[in-house]
T-cell receptor, first 111, second 116 residues
Framework: KQEVTQIPAALSVPEGENLVLNCSFT??????LQWFRQDPGKGLTSLLL???SQREQTSGRLNASLDKSSGRSTLYIAASQPGDSATYLC??????????WGAGTKLIIKP | GAGVSQSPSNKVTEKGKDVELRCDPI?????LYWYRQSLGQGLEFLIY????????KSGLPSDRFSAERTGGSVSTLTIQRTQQEDSAVYLC??????????????FGNGTRLTVT
C-alpha cells in the first residue's frame, strides 16, 4: 500500500532564503508525482507535475525533483517571498489513477 | 469561468438530512475526482470518473455516499442521512486525462459541509 510522507510538517524561514521541502513514498511504481499548494479557505493549486520518466520540473522559482528508486521528491523554492506562505502538498498517482497524498508542509515566510 | 466550480461553497445541515454537492469541471476535462479533507487531516479519495467508463468508487466511506456524472460533465456527490463525522471540505478536481498523459489536476475551491 502506497504511503506518502512529508517532512517537515511545518517550516518558518525569513524572506529571501532558499528552502527545500521533502516528500517520500513507499511504492516506486508510480505514474506521476504532483506538488500542490493550498491557501487557507481555498482549493488546491497545481504547482508542478513530474511524470515517472522525468527527473525534474521547473516553474519560475520552483524546482521539483523525482528519484523513483529511492522514493523521494523535493520541492526547491528559491528566494522565498511572504506570498509563498501556504501548505504544500505532495501527491503520488499510482496504477489505479488515484492520488495518494502526504499530510503537507505548512510554510511560513517571515517578512 | 475557466476553472473548476463547486457549489455551494458552504453548507450547514442537520444530522440525518440528505445533501447534494455539485461540481462543474473544466470544459473538455474527461477525468473528475472527488476528495474530502477533514479538519487537520490529509485529502481522502472518494470517487473517480474517467469518460464513459464505470467510476472507481473504492474510496466512498459508506453506502450513504454516492456520486454521478451526467453527460460526462457536471458531477453531483450525494450524502444521505448525514452524520457529524461527514463534516469536512469536499473538493472536486478535473484533468484532461489520467496516468501516463501526465495531466495535472485542477481543483475547485471546495464545499465546506457542517453537520450539526
Amino acid at each position: 500500500k502506497q504511503e506518502v510522507t512529508q517532512i517537515p510538517a511545518a517550516l518558518s524561514v525569513p524572506e529571501g532564503e532558499n528552502l527545500v521541502l521533502n516528500c517520500s513514498f513507499t511504492d516506486s511504481a508510480i505514474y506521476n508525482l504532483q506538488w500542490f499548494r493550498q491557501d487557507p479557505g481555498k482549493g488546491l493549486t497545481s504547482l508542478l507535475l513530474i511524470q515517472s520518466s522525468q527527473r525534474e520540473q521547473t516553474s519560475g522559482r520552483l524546482n521539483a525533483s523525482l528519484d523513483k528508486s529511492s522514493g523521494r521528491s523535493t520541492l526547491y523554492i528559491a528566494a522565498s517571498q511572504p506570498g509563498d506562505s501556504a501548505t504544500y502538498l505532495c501527491a503520488v498517482m499510482g496504477s489505479n489513477y488515484q492520488l495518494i497524498w502526504g499530510a503537507g508542509t505548512k510554510l511560513i515566510i517571515k517578512p | 469561468g475557466a476553472g473548476v466550480s463547486q457549489s455551494p461553497s458552504n453548507k450547514v445541515t442537520e444530522k440525518g438530512k440528505d445533501v447534494e454537492l455539485r461540481c462543474d469541471p473544466i470544459s473538455g476535462h474527461t477525468a473528475l475526482y472527488w476528495y474530502r479533507q477533514s479538519l487537520g487531516q490529509g485529502l481522502e479519495f472518494l470517487i473517480y470518473f474517467q469518460g464513459n467508463s464505470a467510476p472507481d468508487k473504492s474510496g466512498l466511506p459508506s453506502d450513504r455516499f454516492s456520486a454521478e456524472r451526467t453527460g460526462g460533465s457536471v458531477s453531483t456527490l450525494t450524502i444521505q442521512r448525514t452524520q457529524q463525522e461527514d463534516s469536512a471540505v469536499y473538493l472536486c478536481a478535473s484533468s484532461l486525462g489520467v496516468g501516463r498523459l501526465g495531466s495535472p489536476l485542477h481543483f475547485g475551491n471546495g464545499t465546506r459541509l457542517t453537520v450539526t
